[in-house]
Structures are given as structure tokens and as C-alpha cells.
């Protein structure tokens, strides 16, 4: 019941243009999850990067299951299973980035070029449900919530991996 596990794998590219760029990216999305990207538009207005208020600039895929964590798998070998405190919120998800989208076994494509991207993981435990579901919806308990040393402490036992300052 307080095992951790993986709720889901939101993976983003930014652009930061609308156009040829973002649809590559897209691509990029689609080709390494076999699943359809949402893209994401501009809050507001930005003059100096010359981004415009509702126009596309990103794009977002969110996976869950077993294919979250293989994909999961594959972008921490690329980062060497290394991850700082940092990377690690209050309410227990981490999150990191990697350089080169063809560092996770993707076969790099002249006309797409490369393009970097951020996983973020969200972590939960049993129960989380009771806070948002529609009928009958109450508080999670506090010892069902998962905190920044337990996910820390998950990680490491699960990935046997590193966490520096």
C-alpha cells in the first residue's frame, strides 16, 4: 500500500517558435513514444525572444506504465544514472534534462537535426485517487503523500543510482 511508483513521464521539447521547428519536434516526440504530442502554447508575450502570446512553442507527451519506465530507464543511462538534490521537488517528483534527443537510440536524421528535451517524473503511492476523483473526494493522508527524501531514497534503492549536492 506505501510502495512508490511511477504515476506517469511527461516528456517536453521547447522550440520556442511555432512552424517547421516545432513540427520536428513533434516528430521527434511521436517517433520515441509511438504516441500523438500535445502541443503547447505561449503564456504571454515575450518581445526578446519574439515569442507571441498563444502561439505554439512546445510540445508535450505523457506516458504511463511500463513504457514510462523503460523510457525512463533510457534517459537516466544517458545522464550516467547521476542526478542532483536539486532535481527533486517538495512533493516528492524529480525532473532532468538531456542535450541530444539521439542519445537515447534514436538514429539522428539531417533534415530533423537534434533537439533536447526534459523528463519530468511524477511519483505516487496507493490512494492518491481519493483526492481527485469527482464523488466523495477527501484529503490524501499525510503519510500517503510521497516527500522529497522518500522519492530520493526510491531512487536510489530502485536505480541504484547517484545523487550529488
Same mark, same amino acid.
Given at each position: &500500500?506505501?510502495?512508490? +511508483?511511477?504515476?506517469?513521464?511527461?516528456?517536453?521539447?521547447?522550440?520556442?517558435?511555432?512552424?517547421?521547428?516545432? #513540427? $520536428?519536434? #513533434?516528430?521527434?516526440?511521436?517517433? %520515441?513514444?509511438?504516441?500523438?504530442?500535445?502541443? =503547447?502554447?505561449?503564456?504571454?508575450?515575450?518581445? #526578446?525572444?519574439?515569442?507571441?502570446?498563444?502561439?505554439?512553442?512546445?510540445?508535450?507527451?505523457?506516458?504511463?506504465? /511500463?513504457?514510462?519506465?523503460?523510457?525512463?530507464?533510457?534517459?537516466?543511462?544517458? $545522464?550516467?544514472?547521476?542526478?542532483? +538534490?536539486?532535481?527533486?521537488? /517538495? =512533493?516528492?517528483?524529480?525532473?532532468?534534462?538531456?542535450?541530444?534527443?539521439?542519445? %537515447?537510440? &534514436?538514429?539522428?536524421?539531417?533534415?530533423?537535426?537534434?533537439?533536447? &528535451?526534459?523528463?519530468?517524473?511524477?511519483?505516487?503511492?496507493?490512494?492518491?485517487?481519493?483526492?481527485?476523483?469527482? =464523488?466523495?473526494? =477527501?484529503?490524501?493522508?499525510?503519510?500517503?503523500?510521497? #516527500?522529497?527524501?522518500?522519492?530520493?531514497?526510491?531512487?536510489?534503492?530502485?536505480?541504484?543510482?547517484?545523487?550529488?549536492?
Amino acid at each position: &500500500m506505501r510502495a512508490i +511508483k511511477i504515476e506517469k513521464l511527461v516528456l517536453n521539447i521547447c522550440v520556442g517558435e511555432a512552424g517547421d521547428r516545432l #513540427t $520536428k519536434a #513533434t516528430k521527434v516526440l511521436e517517433d %520515441l513514444t509511438n504516441q500523438k504530442p500535445v502541443q =503547447s502554447k505561449a503564456r504571454f508575450t515575450i518581445r #526578446t525572444f519574439g515569442i507571441k502570446r498563444f502561439e505554439k512553442i512546445a510540445a508535450n507527451v505523457t506516458i504511463r506504465g /511500463d513504457d514510462a519506465e523503460k523510457l525512463l530507464e533510457r534517459g537516466l543511462r544517458v $545522464k550516467e544514472f547521476e542526478l542532483r +538534490k536539486r532535481n527533486f521537488s /517538495d =512533493s516528492g517528483n524529480f525532473g532532468f534534462g538531456i542535450q541530444e534527443h539521439i542519445d %537515447l537510440g &534514436m538514429r539522428y536524421d539531417p533534415y530533423t537535426g537534434i533537439f533536447g &528535451m526534459d523528463f519530468y517524473v511524477i511519483l505516487g503511492r496507493a490512494g492518491a485517487r481519493v483526492g481527485r476523483r469527482k =464523488s466523495r473526494t =477527501s484529503r490524501m493522508g499525510k503519510y500517503q503523500r510521497v #516527500t522529497k527524501e522518500e522519492a530520493i531514497a526510491w531512487y536510489k534503492q530502485k536505480y541504484e543510482g547517484l545523487v550529488l549536492n
